[in-house]
Each structure stands twice: as C-alpha cells, then as structure tokens.
C-alpha cells in the first residue's frame, strides 16, 4: 500500500509529511484520501476500537473484512445525516490465508477488488497495473508488482 503525504490547506501545500497510512493491528491497514481532519477524527475512532479490542484478551482481532463492512456502515451513516467523513479509504490486509483489498468512500459505496487506487493513481496507475496482470496472466509476485509501481511512478 502506498500513499502521498501531502496536507494542502485550499490550493496551498501546506503540510508536506503527513502520514494517510495506519496500521490497524497485526492484519490490517488503512489508507485514506481526502480530508485529513476527518482522517484523524476517524484514525482516533479506530484506535480506541482496536484498544477495547486488545483489552477484551478474547483471542479475536479486528479483521480487514470486519474493518471494511464497519466503516461503509460508519461513512453511509454519516452521510445520510448531511455530516459525511470527506474521505476514501482502502483496508488492505489478510484475512485467513488470503490477501483482502477493499475500498470505500464519502458516500459509503464499498466493493473488494484484487487491484486499487484513488485519485489520480486510479486515472494513471490503475491501468498500467491492470495492464501488468494481463499480460501475466494472473497475480504479480513481490518483485513484479515492485516493477510496476516504479514504471508507474
């Protein structure tokens, strides 16, 4: 998973080493997009989850799946009572065995895909990935998808 760290206040680049990226628990992580308030209002959220969680000591852990289903019930809330979180977020982790991807966004539309990317990464580096797989004929190994992020870069 890969983010910018890029705050702008307006069209001023204001803060130029913010982190969009947490790590949840040992098999989660999240990326956001958007507003960076409300990233952090929603970071706190979710860390406070995770410490009930850890405090609890009943053997489960917060899952990428389960994290995906609870914000798009968290962002769809919030934007049915005209208060959305101005935010796209990716939850990447594993979940079992196998690798999970997940996206969801202001309005709490959610879907899993083996390949994502928001903004201007899903308008340019989206396609050169797609692209990649094709022509492999399936998933892309460590060193592949290294190569392919570079050339996307």
């Known amino acids: 998973m890969a983010a910018d760290t890029l705050g702008s ?4 680049a204001r803060y130029t080493n913010m982190q969009r990226i ?17 990233f952090q209002f929603l970071q706190e959220v979710i860390t406070q989850k995770q410490i009930d969680e850890d405090c609890r000591d009943d053997g489960f852990t917060l899952k990428p799946k389960a994290l ?6 968290v962002l769809y809330n919030r934007r049915s009572k005209f208060d959305p979180l101005w935010n796209i977020f990716l ?3 594993i979940e079992g ?7 969801v966004n202001l309005q709490g539309t959610a879907f899993t895909e083996t390949l994502l990317a928001t903004g201007l990464g899903g308008e340019m580096a989206l396609p050169v990935m797609r692209r990649a797989m094709e022509k492999k004929g399936g ?4 060193e ?10």
């Open 144 to 153: 592949e998808a290294r190569e392919v992020m570079l050339q996307c870069i």
């Open 68 to 73: 995906h289903s609870w914000l798009t019930r």
């Open 22 to 38: 947490m790590k949840v628990n040992e098999t989660s992580v999240l990326a956001a997009g958007g507003d960076i308030a409300d």
């Open 91 to 93: 939850v990447g982790g």
């Open 9 to 12: 206040y307006g069209s001023l």
């Open 97 to 103: 065995d196998e690798p999970y991807l997940g996206y």
């Open 139 to 142: 998933l892309l190994n460590k």
